[in-house]
């Protein structure tokens, strides 16, 4: 059961309308202390609409927005001292250090000067930039300048992270270090992390839950064992066997599997069995077919990821009662035009 005083972030009932267009529709959603919360949709699903009400930036029309117990709309100075906010652009001075950098953004961030330099130092290590935090920020790659971003976000030692698209143009080997750091810096400190992204890999790697947001609406949230286990329930399990030699009587041998319990369905082709039932029967199927004499050389049992949740969610109008019609071929064309690039 949900423990309210682990909430950091509460969304009740929040919507914001620019105009006729509702960017946020009825939003309601709770992340909890220390957790890694991925917020996944495509472009314009109206993510960054939810970040910016959550950091006071923009007034919701409609709802409440708390972040680590304060209104974040009545009181955004507070919210604004507890949450390190890193903006899909970060820009910097190209003509100073990185370090140099970094310090100043302490300093804007009220950072006593005491402390400044040695923190930004401090901070430095943790992204992984210690030794290059003398080079100037021009010479700087794009994954290095993410870090750096981080750097500024962390120095102020924010209680919450808000991440917007922090993957957008790294190489992959540099989004995987990334998230790796995000994570270690949430289980370190204890930091609890809202990162945004279109972009499901990623999210999949660090998060330990997401929640799928399209056209203003959130249409699914869970981690993504639930989200699969819900996808089960629709859709049954599916155990695809591989035996030696190709099946000699295939309607007697379906006949048979279709006997045993929960299992639905059953296609034989040559040497390939597929057995689809609505609980996982795998361990009793492979015990049913060695005690008949079938030599098995392989054994797969249907698995879920979030690859399957963003398919059966958009592709096949399995988008539960919050979707309608519009933001499901909204979600489709935007999240094929991205991939195609
Ligand atoms: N200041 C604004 N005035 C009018 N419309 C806006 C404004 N800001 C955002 N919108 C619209 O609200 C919707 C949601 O935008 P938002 O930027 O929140 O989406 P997003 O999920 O963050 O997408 P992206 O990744 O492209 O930034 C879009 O249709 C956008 O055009």
Known sequence: ?????????????????????????????????????GLLGPNGAGKTTTILMMLGLTEPTAGSVQ??????????IPVK???????????????MTALEN????????????????????????????GADMHKKTATYSRGMKQRLGLAD??????????????????????????LQ???????????????????LHHVQQVCDRVGIFVNGRMLAEGDIDSLSGNLYNREG??????VEEAVVDTPALSCALQQ?????????????????????????????????????????????????IYQKYFDNNLTGNTADEKSRRFFQKSFFKRHKN
């Open 67 to 76: 972040v680590c117990g304060y209104n974040a709309t009545m009181q955004p």
């Open 1 to 37: 059961m949900e423990q309210m005083n682990d909430v950091i972030i509460a969304l009740e009932g929040v919507t914001k309308c620019y105009g006729t267009l509702k960017a946020v529709d009825d939003l309601h959603l709770h992340i909890h202390k220390g957790e890694i919360f």
């Open 237 to 242: 399990y599916a155990t695809h066997i591989t």
């Open 260 to 308: 045993l319990d929960a299992v639905q369905q059953v296609t034989v082709e040559g040497r390939q069995i597929t057995i689809s039932s609505t609980s996982d029967v795998t361990p009793i199927l492979v015990r049913w077919m060695v005690e008949k004499g079938y030599g098995i050389t392989g054994v797969q049992k249907k698995e879920y990821g979030l690859d399957d």
């Open 153 to 178: 976000v962390l120095i102020k030692q924010p209680e919450v992270i808000i991440l917007d698209e922090p993957t957008l143009g790294i190489d992959p080997t540099g989004i995987r270090d990334f």
């Open 181 to 199: 750091l995000i994570k270690q810096l949430s289980i370190q400190q204890g930091l609890t992390v809202l990162l945004s992204s279109h972009h």
């Open 81 to 95: 001292n507890k949450v390190g906010y890193m903006p899909d652009s970060v820009g910097f001075y190209d003509g």
């Open 102 to 129: 970094l310090v100043y953004i302490g300093r804007l961030n009220g950072v006593p000067e005491s402390e400044v330099q040695s923190r930004a130092r401090v901070v430095m290590e943790q992204v992984g930039l």
